[in-house]
């Protein structure tokens, strides 16, 4: 006699917010776990905003003889400048990092999984601005060497600045991801990207002064609407006179307008929705 088994319905469960929510901070708590067990990396990324900051800031300083008449030295200056070069490059390799999890196949394990593809890229791009924004807490620790005060109110403001800017491009990376398919690929497109996002983002110069095809490049780049609230929270709290002030933080003006830093907060916060939306957009066409 022959017992026919009939097979048990699977059940999958509804897609809800507290589902998605779940899902997101799965995704968050492995790019943390992640990052704490890469103790390499985190030295390694260290290392080259340390450089930009005492070699770089200290010999250009020298050289160009900035100091504004004592008050502002360059690597105060810089020092904004280059948290934002240690959330780009940090914030840049966690996006293109799926490319990664497709290689090994636990992203095509997470996109079968019954949530949505928008909750698996808000949990990475959370999670890559969770790791820069804690490994920007080092070189704020070291804010008092290059004249910059520790004041709690601008601490925690460059914090959130901070985190903002890394959720923008650790989208961005996930936008480059989102088509490519080996890691040999995803390197040199990176470093294609996020080296004219460096250099024309005022991180490394003042806005002030230049010529017009570099202007209009520098109000183009959305990374100068994260730098520029960074540097202006800075010298917020800085004891400067008005003429320092205009030659090292002069912001950012379209025609005659100067523009307000809540509207490049604002610009910024958009950014990231483009670039998620976008990225949510490309990996469903693409998987």
């Known amino acids: 006699m022959t017992t026919t088994v009939r097979p048990e319905a699977l ?9 998605e929510t779940r899902a997101a901070t799965v995704v968050w708590q492995r790019e943390m776990i992640r990052f704490v067990k890469d103790r390499s990396r985190i030295l390694s990324s260290l290392a080259q905003p340390l450089l930009f900051l005492f ?8 050289l160009l003889n900035s100091s504004a008449g004592g008050t502002v030295g360059f690597t105060t200056f810089l020092f904004p400048g280059v948290m934002a070069i240690s959330v780009l490059f940090t914030a ?8 990664w999890d497709r290689e090994f196949g636990f992203l095509r394990e997470m996109l079968v999984a019954p949530v949505s593809t928008a909750s698996i890229l808000v949990g990475k791009a959370l999670g890559g601005a969770s790791v820069a924004t ?6 704020l620790a070291l804010a008092g060497l290059v004249g910059v005060p520790y004041d709690p109110l ?9 985190f903002l800017m890394g959720f923008m491009i650790t989208s961005l990376g996930l936008v480059l991801a989102a088509r490519v398919r080996q890691v040999q690929t995803a390197m040199p497109l990176v470093q294609l990207v996020i080296t004219p996002l460096m250099f024309l983002s005022g991180a490394l110069f003042p806005l002030s002064g230049l010529p017009t095809w570099l202007t209009v490049l520098t109000h183009v780049n959305p990374m100068t609407y994260a730098v520029e609230p960074l540097r ?3 010298f917020d709290h800085l004891d400067v006179d008005a003429a320092t002030r205009a030659r090292f933080d002069p912001g950012i003006v379209w025609g005659s307008w100067h523009v307000p830093v809540s509207v490049q907060i604002l610009i910024t916060v958009a950014s990231c929705v483009i670039l998620l939306a976008l990225a949510v957009w490309r990996f469903r066409r693409t998987e």
């Open 11 to 19: 059940h999958i469960p509804q897609s809800s917010l507290v589902t």
């Open 55 to 62: 070699v770089l800031g200290t010999g250009l300083g020298s």
């Open 92 to 99: 840049a390799f966690a996006g293109i990092s799926i490319v």
């Open 134 to 139: 804690l490994q920007c807490l080092v070189l």
């Open 154 to 162: 601008m601490l925690l403001a460059m914090i959130g600045l901070i």
């Open 232 to 234: 202006s929270v800075v």
